[in-house]
T-cell receptor, first 113, second 109 residues
């Protein structure tokens, strides 16, 4: 398996634009997590899904953020409209079970100017 | 919600010495405690994990100890090597996986 695949690897966008980050989890994994990493706040859990259903989205910072998982092999994290303070590395991770080893993707480095 | 505290934030050791990183957590219902290593430009990668029915686990030069009563667990790396230099994160799960703030380990040759 190729592991968790995220796209794009880098994204530079202007403030106010919509940004969509994509994630393909490892085949067979039924839990998917979205994290945001910054120097100031470390690794923050934004939302996680189990069997394609959002279980906890309490980490989503604002209504500008939304996440979907339309099927077991694809998830998106959307920011609309984007702001400079959204600049961070966004990681997607998947696991066989919620309390199991989480495998991380390479991340998407988002820069909002 | 769960709160995870990790110390120290930076750690510098000489090659061959041991390194210890400690974490405390708040939710007594947590029962899965993994440790991740993150190298520059990459996502975190699991290096060892422990569950609440075990007090200690070892894998070659890496060991983790867990004290559920005190709600703390530690990562021990022996015979450190320069390639161990990275950022290490503890994490706790009782449902969702919450990470500590990270420890930047530097191993000087």
């Amino acid at each position: 398996d190729a592991g968790v695949i995220q796209s794009p690897r880098h994204e530079v966008t202007e403030m106010g634009q919509e940004v969509t980050l994509r994630c393909k989890p490892i085949s067979g994994h039924n839990s998917l997590f979205w994290y945001r990493q910054t120097m100031m706040r470390g690794l923050e859990l934004l939302i996680y899904f189990n069997n394609n259903v959002p279980i906890d989205d309490s980490g989503m910072p604002e209504d500008r953020f939304s996440a979907k998982m339309p099927n077991a092999s694809f998830s998106t994290l959307k920011i609309q409209p984007s702001e400079p303070r959204d600049s961070a590395v966004y990681f997607c991770a998947s696991s066989l079970a919620v309390k199991g080893e989480a495998f991380f993707g390479q991340g998407t480095r988002l820069t909002v100017v | 919600g769960e709160n995870v505290e990790q110390h120290p934030s930076t750690l510098s050791v000489q090659e061959g010495d041991s390194a210890v990183i400690k974490c405390t957590y708040s939710d007594s219902a947590s029962n899965y405690f993994p440790w991740y290593k993150q190298e520059l430009g990459k996502g975190p990668q699991l290096i060892i994990d422990i569950r609440s029915n075990v007090g200690e686990k070892k894998d070659q030069r890496i060991a983790v100890t867990l004290n559920k009563t005190a709600k703390h667990f530690s990562l021990h790396i022996t015979e450190t090597q320069p390639e161990d230099s990275a950022v290490y994160f503890c994490a706790v799960s009782g449902g969702k996986l919450i990470f500590g703030q990270g420890t930047e380990l530097s191993v000087k040759p």
